[in-house]
Every structure is written in C-alpha cells, then in structure tokens.
C-alpha cells in the first residue's frame, strides 16, 4: 500500500491503490461543528493542490461529504460544501470532459457523463438544499459522489488503458519515495 501524501497544512490525500478509495462511506448522520470544521479542511486541502474537487475518502474519511470550486473554469459562484449529497435527476443528453483526479495523479482521461442534473444534498450550515448543474460543474459533482461509492474516474476507461494509468502512477509514487530516502543535501 502507498503511504498518503501529507501536505504540511491540510489533510493526508490518498493514492490509488489506498483501499480507503474503493470503499463506500457513510451518511453524515447531522451537521455538526466537527463535521463543518472537516469540510472547511477538506476545501483547504482541495485549494492547496490545485483541484477543484475532493470526496473525504481521498483523504481517509468514510463520511458522505464532497467540497468543490469550479470558479476558475466557469462562472459558478462560491465552492460547494456537500453533505449527504445525492442525485436527483440526470439528463440523457451527454458531456465529455478530460477528468483528472487528485488520488490519481498525473493522469487524465476522457470521461462522458450526463451533461445536467439536479442535485440534493446538506450546506455546511445544515441546510437541505438542491442545485442544478451542467457541464463541468455537472461532471464535477458525479465524480465527487463516484468517490463515496468507491468508484474512480479511471473505472470509465478501457481496462488496458486503466492499468497503463495505475502502473504510472506506482512506479511515479515509488521513484518518489526512493528519491525521499535517499541521503543527499547538506545536513546543518
């Protein structure tokens, strides 16, 4: 298993194969301090290595929370906090968007998904709210909530090309680490 990649502010990301990333978290049971405290961490995480989208399992969390920003991509206004977030409707007409993922790192992939939907979830403030979305936004929210159904992003491509994308990722998380170990550097 590859260890998760700690930044020095925010929460540990985990990387594909972590077996936390195929798992299926659970109902926020209420807002709460904590879990609002969490989503606000999970926001900085996301900010902090430049993504725009982030489910708690990719950072070891088993709770039906997602946070994104697609602001600098398209006009949407403030990050979306979600808990509990579920998908009411989709349309059958279809949008394809090259997703990267923050577990994944380094690879990309074309990936088609239904172009709208309407989707129902709790705001930070423990609020039920609904919000339709389309195109990337739209993409963004049916990745994320992949993600608390422990299905990724790279499970919509071929299995040939699936497998190049995993063994690059391992052998660039391995050649980090070794590099990592390494004595090197002046030592004061």
Known sequence: MIAPYNDAMGLKLHIVPDPVLR?????????????????????????ENRGIGLAAPQ??????????????????GPALMMANPEILWRSEERFTYNEGCLSIPGQFAEVTRPKRLRAGFYDVGGKRREIEAEDLLSSCIQHEIDHLNGVLFVDYVSKLKRDMMLKRVAKTQARAAAEAAEPGGRVF
């Open 23 to 47: 798992k299926v978290a659970a109902p926020v049971a209420g807002m709460d301090k904590d879990t609002a405290r969490f989503m606000h961490e999970m926001l900085e995480t996301m900010y």
């Open 59 to 76: 950072v070891g969390e088993l709770r039906r929370v997602i946070v994104m920003d697609v602001a600098d991509e398209q006009k949407s």
